[in-house]
Nanobody, 121 residues
Framework: QVQLVESGGGLVQAGGSLRLSCAAS????????MGWYRQAPGKQRELVAG???????NYADSVKGRFTISRDNAKNTVWLQMNSLKPEDTAVYYC???????????????WGRGTQVTVSS
């Protein structure tokens, strides 16, 4: 089993900042990539930011220049620094990892339970 636990969500005023953390644990042989997704009421889940084990990153256009994803491969941990938050950033944020549980395992997606981020006007 692979478990992902998020933390750092909360309520913040527009223009403020939050930092989300996600730690992966369990039967992990390797992690190819980790990322953050979000889902707002009435909308589909979307990719916010992703990062590979080599440090390559990608961001949704809506958060470029405001959010920064980083990782510590040794600790299987990923962070999302969110600055200049807007009300439209309000959503449940989910941590994701593409991981192998053993050598030659096909990488599979694992998900955290999510953490609520609410940005007030």
């Amino acid at each position: 089993q692979v478990q992902l636990v998020e933390s750092g969500g909360g309520l913040v005023q527009a223009g403020g900042s939050l930092r989300l953390s996600c730690a992966a644990s369990g039967s992990i042989f390797s992690i190819n990539a980790m990322g953050w997704y979000r889902q707002a009421p009435g909308k589909q889940r979307e990719l916010v930011a992703g990062i590979t084990s080599g440090g390559n990153t990608n961001y949704a256009d809506s958060v470029k220049g405001r959010f920064t994803i980083s990782r510590d491969n040794a600790k299987n941990t990923v962070w999302l620094q969110m600055n200049s938050l807007k009300p439209e950033d309000t959503a449940v944020y989910y941590c994701n990892a593409a991981a192998r549980r053993f050598p030659l395992d096909r990488p599979s997606d694992y998900w955290g339970r999510g953490t609520q981020v609410t940005v007030s006007s």
